[in-house]
């Protein structure tokens, strides 16, 4: 009995390879974007020279949470189950600090755009790697106890 991903359908292949796709795609954007911050605080001495002064922590919380989900579509690419649900997960923990801090109804055009439509950009590989997880499961192997 082996222990990598079986053989599968042709449409469960097709979901693993878009979640591979769009996983790397966030995963370099995230990386990009964490670079452009390390070199800021590098040559300045502060990550975001142009914050503003007496902002909640808080708001520090959702893009760490999305740095997290990309790094869960890496693990995905060895463990789909495991990094699927790493990334879902993330996303959803950073979902009531979004809904909190940037209402939908507040500033309802750019918000679609802005925090929420990256939230939706990186929660989809990680449905995508849990729905080929669960697609190539092979369900006649009993579940070991222990």
Not at 27 to 44: C, D, E, M, Q
Not at 98 to 115: G, K, N, T
Request: one cysteine or more.
């Amino acid at each position: 009995m082996s222990r990598g991903i079986k053989a599968t359908g042709g449409a469960t292949r097709w979901i693993r390879l878009v979640a591979r796709i769009w996983g790397s795609l966030v995963l370099v954007v995230a990386l990009l974007i964490l670079a452009g911050y390390a070199s800021t605080w590098i040559t300045t001495g502060q990550a975001d020279p142009y914050a503003v002064e007496d902002y909640p922590p808080i708001e520090n919380l959702p893009p760490l949470l999305m740095l997290l989900a990309a790094f869960g579509s890496v693990i995905a690419w060895r463990w789909e189950g495991l990094g699927g649900a790493v990334t879902v997960v993330c996303q959803l923990l950073s979902l009531p600090i979004l809904l909190v801090h940037w209402p939908i109804s507040e500033d309802f055009p750019r918000y679609i755009i802005a925090p929420y439509g990256a939230w939706i950009v990186v929660i989809v590989p990680g449905v995508l790697f849990l729905l080929s997880w669960w697609r190539s499961r092979d369900p006649t192997v009993p579940a070991r106890d222990g």
